[in-house]
């Protein structure tokens, strides 16, 4: 069964760049034909679904972010990223990896609080 | 642009039966837009219940359901059990270019 964990910093100052990195165990981050999301819920709010990455390296973002967002692939530390540049308060949240396509398949996340 | 609906609350008696819905502001959902619900409960990581419309996810109960019910995607849980009461999402792909759209959300009470 495979499984997802993301890891980064807690805690990011405002105007600096977020970065996650959710690490694939259980199986091989280039089997299959997967792609592999980042989704956000801050508190008090629904989920939002950041982007994605295929291990070919092809990527689709939300355009609400405006060009802030970046997600790559490293298959040879099966893992995948996430940055999030020039954040403000607003981009407090759980952020969480999945896998997709059919039911997403999720990590259990990770607090990331934007303060100074 | 468009928004993805749903109720924002809603309230079961236990045994009870509900369904809750996915909507568009502007259109209607179908298949091709390939619903997906998701549960959840506080301090949890979601987990999908349902995707592409009417799949169970493995381990999911059957009375938990999925379907078109006119033009929007309908999430029916029968016989509503008290850990039932959670937050409900569904997501829509939107197409190239805006891919994965969640809904706001919809928080059932189960009493």
New interface residues.
């Given amino acids: 069964q495979v499984q997802l964990q993301e890891s980064g910093p807690g805690l990011v100052k405002p105007s600096q760049t977020l970065s996650l990195t959710c690490t694939v165990s259980g199986g091989s981050i280039s089997s299959g034909t997967y792609y592999w999301?980042w989704?956000r819920?801050p508190a008090g709010k629904?989920?939002?679904?950041l982007?994605?990455v295929y291990t070919s390296g092809d990527t689709?973002?939300?355009?609400s972010l405006n060009s802030r967002v970046t997600i790559s692939v490293d298959t040879s530390k099966n893992q995948f990223s996430l940055k999030l540049s020039s954040v403000t308060a607003a981009d407090t949240a759980v952020y969480?990896c999945a896998r997709g396509?059919?039911?997403?398949?999720?990590?259990?996340?990770t607090l990331v609080t934007v303060s100074s | 642009q468009t928004v993805v609906t749903q109720e924002p609350s809603f309230s079961v008696s236990p045994g009870g039966t509900v369904t809750l819905t996915c909507g568009l502001s502007s259109g209607s959902v179908s298949t091709g837009h390939y619903p997906s619900w998701y549960q959840q409960t506080p301090g949890q990581a979601p987990r999908t219940l349902i995707y592409y419309t009417d799949t169970r996810s493995s381990g999911v109960p059957d009375r938990f359901s999925g379907s078109i019910l006119g033009n929007k995607a309908a999430l029916t849980i029968t016989g509503a059990q008290a850990d039932d009461e959670s937050d409900y999402y569904c997501v829509l792909y939107m197409g190239s270019g805006i891919d994965w759209v969640f809904g706001g959300g919809t928080k059932l009470t189960v009493l």
């Fill in positions: 999301s989704i819920r629904g989920l939002e679904w982007g994605r689709n973002y939300n355009p969480y396509p059919g039911g997403w398949h999720w990590g259990q996340g």
